[in-house]
């Protein structure tokens, strides 16, 4: 799969390698990101300042001052050559611990009616699959996932809540995801997770990373408010 180098701005690049949601493009951004980040680690790669990751591209953002804007396209070339060579397949996979349903899912229920499905149908279909991450963004540490079952799929709410708690999980239409932090949201809540996916405090405040994978595993409450203690 051939990319496309993009200006963006005056200090940085767009490597595209796709403009679909499609897994197999993301893996190419993912193998891109992790040959780059090699490159600055072996020293071979200079001027990187970030990178950040999208459905089908990634922002490689540099400082003019240390490498020169043809130069770097030049070396991103090669390295974007190499990817045949990259496994790609294979990604991290996080375990996601979440308490279902109660006061932590309140619209689980309205997915099984929704649905018609029971409850434990709805969390057994939603924690059996395995659930790539696209990309962050949103707010800190929001993680875009992919492979929902769509037989739990289910509408957005007419009427957004004004606060939805941090590590909520959601269903909108054919997709799930994680509130990272408390904020308004429109999302059927059926879930939370008591991990904290964005902490300003931790030495690594964002808890995921494009390219990984999770899977939600069901657990008590009794288990949820151990961990939070």
């Known amino acids: 799969m051939s990319a496309r180098f993009l200006p963006a701005g005056d200090s940085a690049i767009a490597v595209e390698f796709g403009r679909e949601i499609d897994l197999n493009i993301n893996n190419q951004v993912a193998a891109m990101r992790t040959v780059i980040e090699a490159a600055i680690d072996e020293g071979k790669l200079k001027g990187i300042v970030e990178l950040v990751p999208t459905y089908g591209s990634l922002l490689v953002v540099y400082d003019q001052l240390a490498v020169g804007y043809a130069g770097l ?16 397949s294979d990604r991290e996979v996080v375990e996601i611990p979440v308490v279902y349903g109660g006061e932590y899912g309140p619209d689980l229920g309205i997915v099984a009616q929704l649905n018609s499905l029971s409850e434990d149908e709805v969390i057994k279909r939603h924690s059996e699959a395995e659930y790539p991450i696209y990309m962050l963004g949103f707010v800190a540490g929001f993680p875009y996932l992919g492979g929902m079952d769509k037989s739990i799929a289910a509408p957005r709410k007419q009427t957004p809540r004004l606060k939805i708690p941090a590590g909520s999980v959601g269903i909108a239409g054919q997709q799930t995801g994680i509130y990272s932090v408390e904020s308004p949201g429109g999302w059927q809540i059926i879930g939370r997770t008591p991990l904290k996916l964005y902490d300003a405090d931790r030495e690594k405040p964002i808890l995921l990373r494009a390219g990984q994978s999770i899977r939600f595993k069901p657990i008590t409450e009794a288990e949820y408010e151990a961990m939070t203690e």
Do not use: D, F, R, W
Not at 73 to 88: N, R
């Open 73 to 88: 396209i030049e070396q991103l070339k090669i390295l974007a050559e190499g990817l045949e060579g990259v496994e790609i």
